[in-house]
């Protein structure tokens, strides 16, 4: 029998595991003729606020050792051209749809939660505070664990569909903020976003990116990703989303043996569009070869 | 239809101490490419590197299922392209981005290029002589040594012009100082290189209200649209891999763009 890589958490049905991040995957049809999406089992949407937004100016991206540095400042379309220019498309794909969302008030982030707990074909909103690289909101709320219950208390309150608050590496116990989202009515966390970082280039002795800092992702986070995924996972009730420079089935299994309930690729979907293919493949594999039902049983299965 | 195809390298051609062009094989990019376009190219099995790099191709030849890039070493990325020996083999994820436009009857093709921005003109030129067009083709470098390819441009029978800043081949100076000459009413003008060449051909184009389009060169991640790290301004940030590269240069705000190569 074959394993099943379905799994099913906080009132989601995911056909497998695998979540294209949020920042990564557009409004999700941009990889359609490269990528096999019967292997995606939800697409997080580009990050929205209520208005569109310009984002950084560029220079706003640089290659670092396993990394990527990134100051892009969410240039998006805003939530009405999403709903009705993307969405219709979104809703049909197959895929799980996470809806990324970001404010810079309290206020922005509940009313985008009001308008898209009626939007048909959404399934989660993704709670964006934790990006480095926008001057309001975004990190700030992450990084206060007071602010990250009152944002999640908030959209709690405009809508039922499952949320998600994705956190930030960038503080001193991520269990602190874990357990304040939790207990404010969060569904599930995901994490972790970019870690903040900077480059310069010695020549011009300028910053490799306009922004001056940025977030860094791709493998050269990972250990400190699935370190944080473990300390989470061991301190909340609710399922983690594990987030950082994943590449392949060993570096899925690792979040998941670390407590995470599915994970989200993102930097590696720019290098490998077949990267989802390629690690449900090898999931299943691993699963056949280890005499593993469901993937779900491996959650936490870190020995210790 | 974009596709992400494994091209093995066929053949290495030195081109001056720091470029040279490779041609690789492959029967879908052949067939797909379009004068201006770029593939991501990936080498497998290099850890050093993580994001692929865009490459504009330079030529086609669909009967011996080959394209072509022009290769200049500046960075890393370059560095280990130079490095690969045929039959390695590379993934390209493509045919990427806006084309070029042929001119339209009547109008007369200008094509100015500095250095490796001669790369999309290659296959662009092939399209103009098939079509019985002849571009005026002003190349310009530092030395003889960064008029990559310039034979192949007469070959195809263009009517090649050419610059060097230290006078060893052609006219002493910048291209652009042999614009003023090629330039009227009826020219449709045609430019990739760098910045500060692009933009005194934009100014000049403008100027004579000719229409000009041009190939920009941005740091990209993905080449699909997502990353949004290639962008340049217009109204509004569009991005050079999905919009671009190729730009009716009437429409970048030059002034808001920081030229990050």
């Known amino acids: 029998m074959k394993p099943d890589l379905s799994v099913s958490f906080a009132r989601l049905h995911f056909r497998t595991p695998l979540i294209a991040a949020s920042g990564t995957f557009g409004y999700g049809t941009e990889y359609l003729d490269v990528s096999d999406y019967e292997a995606i089992g939800g697409i997080a949407v580009?990050?929205?606020?209520?208005?569109?937004?310009?984002?950084?100016?560029?220079?706003?991206?640089?290659?670092?050792?396993?990394?990527?540095?990134?100051?892009?400042?969410?240039?998006?379309?805003?939530?009405?051209?999403?709903?009705?220019?993307?969405?219709?498309?979104?809703?049909?794909?197959?895929?799980?749809?996470?809806?990324?969302?970001?404010?810079?008030?309290?206020?922005?982030?509940?009313?985008?939660?009001?308008?898209?707990?009626?939007?048909?074909?959404?399934?989660?909103?993704?709670?964006?505070?934790?990006?480095?690289?926008?001057?309001?909101?975004?990190?700030?709320?992450?990084?206060?664990?007071?602010?990250?219950?009152?944002?999640?208390?908030?959209?709690?309150?405009?809508?039922?569909?499952?949320?998600?608050?994705?956190?930030?590496?960038?503080?001193?116990?991520?269990?602190?903020?874990?357990?304040?989202?939790?207990?404010?009515?969060?569904?599930?966390?995901?994490?972790?976003?970019?870690?903040?970082?900077?480059?310069?280039?010695?020549?011009?002795?300028?910053?490799?990116?306009?922004n001056i800092v940025g977030g860094l992702s791709g493998p050269a986070i990972r250990p400190i990703a699935v370190r944080m995924v473990y300390q989470t996972a061991k301190a909340v009730n609710i399922p983690v989303i594990g987030i950082g420079g994943i590449t392949s089935h060993e570096d899925a299994l690792e979040f998941i043996l670390a407590g995470a309930s599915a994970v989200q690729i993102g930097t590696m979907s720019f290098v490998d569009p077949s990267v989802w293919r390629r690690t449900l493949d090898g999931l299943e594999a691993y699963c056949e070869r280890h005499d593993v039902e469901a993937i779900s049983a491996l959650t936490g299965g870190v020995l210790s | 239809m974009r596709r992400d195809v494994r091209a093995k390298l066929l053949e290495r051609r030195s081109l001056s101490p720091d470029a040279s062009l490779l041609e690789f094989e492959s029967d879908f990019l052949a067939n797909e490419l379009r004068p201006g376009q770029f593939t991501m190219l990936r080498l497998p099995g290099d850890e050093g590197l993580l994001l692929r790099r865009p490459y504009s191709f330079c030529d086609t030849d669909v009967a011996a299922s080959r394209f072509s890039l022009l290769v200049k070493e500046v960075g890393r990325g370059t560095r280990a392209l130079a490095r690969l020996v045929p039959g390695d083999e590379v993934d390209c994820l493509g045919p990427l981005g806006s084309t070029f436009t042929m001119p339209p009857e009547g109008k007369r093709p200008v094509v100015v290029a500095g250095g490796v921005g001669i790369a999309p003109f290659v296959g662009f030129c092939r399209a103009l002589s098939s079509a019985s067009k002849v571009a005026v083709v002003l190349l310009g470098g530092r030395t003889s040594y960064d008029l990559y390819l310039r034979e192949v441009f007469e070959a195809l029978g263009m009517d090649v012009r050419c610059t060097t800043e230290d006078g060893s081949v052609g006219t002493r100076g910048r291209v652009t100082a042999l614009l003023d000459d090629a330039l009227d009413a009826e020219t449709q003008l045609y430019s990739c290189g760098p910045t500060p060449m692009l933009l005194k051909v934009a100014e000049l184009a403008k100027a004579k209200g000719i229409p000009h389009e041009v190939s920009l060169e941005r740091r990209m991640g993905c080449g699909m649209g997502c990353c949004l790290g290639c962008v340049v301004y217009t109204s509004e940030y569009v991005r050079s891999c999905t919009e671009g590269p190729v730009f009716d240069a009437s429409v970048i705000a030059w002034d808001r763009d920081p030229h990050p190569l």
Request: with cysteine.
């Open chain 1, 46 to 210: 580009k990050g929205l606020y209520l208005e569109p937004r310009e984002g950084c100016p560029p220079p706003r991206i640089w290659e670092t050792p396993s990394g990527m540095l990134n100051a892009i400042g969410l240039q998006e379309v805003g939530i009405r051209r999403f709903i009705d220019e993307k969405m219709p498309r979104l809703r049909e794909l197959g895929p799980t749809v996470l809806v990324n969302i970001c404010g810079s008030t309290v206020e922005e982030y509940q009313e985008l939660a009001h308008i898209l707990d009626s939007v048909e074909g959404v399934h989660a909103i993704e709670l964006n505070i934790s990006c480095p690289n926008v001057e309001e909101g975004g990190i700030l709320f992450g990084c206060d664990p007071r602010m990250a219950a009152k944002v999640t208390e908030a959209v709690r309150a405009q809508t039922k569909l499952p949320i998600i608050p994705k956190l930030s590496p960038n503080v001193t116990d991520i269990t602190v903020v874990a357990r304040s989202v939790e207990a404010a009515g969060a569904d599930a966390i995901s994490l972790i976003n970019t870690m903040p970082a900077m480059a310069i280039d010695v020549e011009s002795r300028r910053p490799r990116l306009a």
